[in-house]
């Protein structure tokens, strides 16, 4: 396929889920911290941006005075893990990059796991036991609280953790859907020695996810991977975004050498069309192909496009297209849309293009051209920017503030996720100083926040760089050694172990 969409219509308006549960969750959460030792943060590993909700941060910074390790406002040790699941259904080559990323940047310890596989939930297991023997010998137990986005698997992270850790059977229930766990749970036990308490709590969705293509971006990538409720984007609008995306990645990989492990096979090798089948952007026309391969025929000979979709949509989320990461980690996709633009369009490549509903989409919708070609990506490509390039020799260094968008990319994997990470953490921060700042304050109030916010991440990056620590076990975050517990706190909380 020459040609792919370097633009997607999105919709104009982003539909927020923030269900009851959800409130109330963030109601009582506040409240458990002060018993828990640890918190996880679960993220899903297609996902490795989107699935974070800067809400957990902000509790954790509220309640405990930081969000990674250290001391809390009454002198407990605390702290945050964050695990990627769905491991298996992800891009295995980001997880090293990743975990870099976050430890140099912000002293975050993340680890990767597939519930079901035991080698993964028992490093998980092996972490949160260490923890609770650095803590001290008054530490005879540990409570742990898993928080995260819905559906990214905290339920059965905490059974494969139980399984793994005491032999039992499933003791939370999960399900394919968000907004399975409605409640905080009783505790559970999932290890003996040193005995290891857990709660499961309910998936909580951000009230907002953001304005205009940012935020339905957000919400489709959260359709995709059944994060967010069904039916809250059109089901063409979802499948029409993985399309375009799986399309655009492939685009990218066209640049690479054959048998590079980034490349994907792709996606219609996966689903029956037996090599007969070449690419489209064309949604109608892919899901048409796709209704007649599967047989999928309403009375009358019309081709059944609902159960195609479906279909398409439920073999991506179960990995059977291969293994995805949504999120542009690379940058590569932002680099080929901005490879063109409208005053210089790519040589070779300019179409009509149409939108889910078969309505031709003007140059004026989509905000940019709407195709180029593969070849001209790649000429884009060779070209170097000597500011990226000057930026990138400097691995752990990257300000993105600082750095235009290179029009090419840094040359090393660790540098590109470095540079997307720094970007997303930078963002991340602005906008919580945004919203912190509140409706009642001017716009000049709410510029210094986000400046203030800009500092902070800066200097936390500074000090994860330049202390041993912010890994488990190292000092604190903030400096302090991660010290003993002061005590146990009274009360076993919640209903009664199982
Ligand atoms: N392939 C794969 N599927 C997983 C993994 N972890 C969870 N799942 C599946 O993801 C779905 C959601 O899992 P849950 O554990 O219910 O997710 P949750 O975060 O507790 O969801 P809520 O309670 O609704 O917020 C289920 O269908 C699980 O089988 C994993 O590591 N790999
Ligand atoms: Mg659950």
Redesign the pocket.
Known sequence: MALVRTAFPFPARTPSWFAGHMARSLRELPGLLDEVDMVVE?RDARLPLTSVNPAFDSMLERVWGHSGVGLDRKGMSKRKLVVY?????AEQRYEAPLKKAFMNQTGQRVLF????VDADVKQVLRVAATMAREAGETLTELKVLVV?M????????LNGLRRVGVRKGKAFT???M????RRLTGTVKIYDDPKIYVFDT??VMMPFLGHSEAGSERGLKLAITAGIKDGLFEPDAIADYLLYKLNLRLATEATLAEGDKARHECYTSHLPFKGAFERTDDLSVFLDELALRLGAILKGGERNTEASMAFFLKQFRE?KLGRWTLDDLDGVESAFISSITPDQPAPGARIELLDHNGLPITVSDMGAVGSTSEAAFAEATAATNAAAAKAAEDDDDFLAADIPMPPTLPETLQDRVSLTVARFLEQAAEERAAADAGRNKSATQVRKAQREALSQVRDTKRKAKYESGGSFGGKSSSGRPSGKAKGRPSGRGRSGKR
Not at 178 to 181: A, E, F, L, Q
Request: positive net charge; hydrophobic residues 25%.
């Open positions: 679960a699941t769905k491991r298996d259904l796991a597939d519930s079901r995260g819905p559906n990214v698997g905290k339920s059965s992270l999960t399900g394919a968000p907004g399975v766990t309910p998936g990995g």
